[in-house]
């Protein structure tokens, strides 16, 4: 850890660092996605993660290349009648970078309405979501009631591990629920 303490529900960068006078390697922690403190004549460094931490311990994961799973995915978003306005939802990936959010999202309405609902990153526009027009819809309620299909959907994060959520309308019957899975980190390869 680079500074501080351990803390028991935050999230890290993880850092591999160099000394280019002796070519010895290590690995550091820090609250810092961009400039980690650096111990004494470390002079090389490179974010190759992050990881979340929650009730005291790491969020297990696999990682491959840029590719982070959860080993057990949970459910963010379980709202019963959300409204037809603009939420914005907070995600259980890391923070203090934008992430490619991976989550499964089911909307549900037990009246039979047929629904459609839109997620969008907050760097976009507020949309309002649509079954004939642009930007059309992300996902969408049965009709005759019941269960939409769960669809996997990919939508950036902010920094703070957000992103929107809008339904074309709401009442008492609807249920929107999102679990996230995971989430895609260039981790500064295109910066």
Same mark, same amino acid.
């Given at each position: 850890?680079?500074?501080?303490?351990?803390?028991?529900?935050?999230?890290?960068?993880?850092?591999?660092?160099?000394?280019?006078?002796?070519?010895?390697?290590?690995?550091?922690?820090?609250?810092?996605?961009?400039?980690?403190?650096?111990?004494?004549?470390?002079?090389?460094?490179?974010?190759?993660?992050?990881?979340?931490?929650?009730?005291?311990?790491?969020?297990?994961?696999?990682?491959?290349?840029?590719?982070?799973?959860?080993?057990?995915?949970?459910?963010?978003?379980?709202?019963?009648?959300?409204?037809?306005?603009?939420?914005?939802?907070?995600? #259980?990936?890391?923070? =203090?970078?934008?992430?490619? @959010? &991976?989550?499964? +999202?089911?909307? $549900?309405? %037990?009246?039979?309405?047929?629904?459609?609902?839109?997620?969008?990153?907050?760097?976009?526009?507020?949309?309002?979501?649509?079954?004939?027009?642009?930007?059309?819809?992300?996902?969408? #309620?049965?009709?005759? =009631?019941?269960?939409?299909? @769960? &669809?996997?959907? +990919?939508?950036? $994060?902010? %920094?703070?591990?957000?992103?929107?959520?809008?339904?074309?309308?709401?009442?008492?019957?609807?249920?929107?629920?999102?679990?996230?899975?995971?989430?895609?980190?260039?981790?500064?390869?295109?910066?």
């Amino acid at each position: 850890l680079d500074t501080g303490s351990e803390a028991s529900s935050t999230d890290y960068h993880v850092w591999l660092i160099k000394r280019s006078d002796t070519s010895v390697v290590d690995v550091l922690f820090s609250l810092s996605v961009t400039a980690p403190t650096m111990p004494t004549s470390y002079d090389y460094r490179r974010r190759i993660g992050s990881i979340v931490r929650a009730g005291a311990a790491i969020v297990l994961f696999t990682q491959d290349g840029n590719y982070f799973r959860r080993s057990a995915s949970i459910l963010d978003v379980n709202a019963t009648n959300p409204g037809n306005s603009a939420v914005t939802r907070t995600l #259980s990936v890391p923070t =203090g970078l934008n992430v490619q @959010a &991976l989550m499964n +999202v089911m909307l $549900t309405d %037990t009246v039979g309405n047929t629904n459609t609902g839109y997620l969008s990153d907050l760097a976009s526009n507020d949309e309002t979501p649509s079954t004939t027009a642009a930007p059309l819809g992300t996902f969408a #309620s049965e009709a005759g =009631g019941g269960e939409g299909p @769960a &669809l996997q959907v +990919v939508i950036r $994060t902010n %920094t703070s591990a957000q992103i929107r959520s809008r339904l074309r309308f709401s009442g008492a019957s609807t249920v929107l629920k999102i679990a996230t899975l995971g989430w895609t980190d260039t981790r500064g390869r295109d910066a």
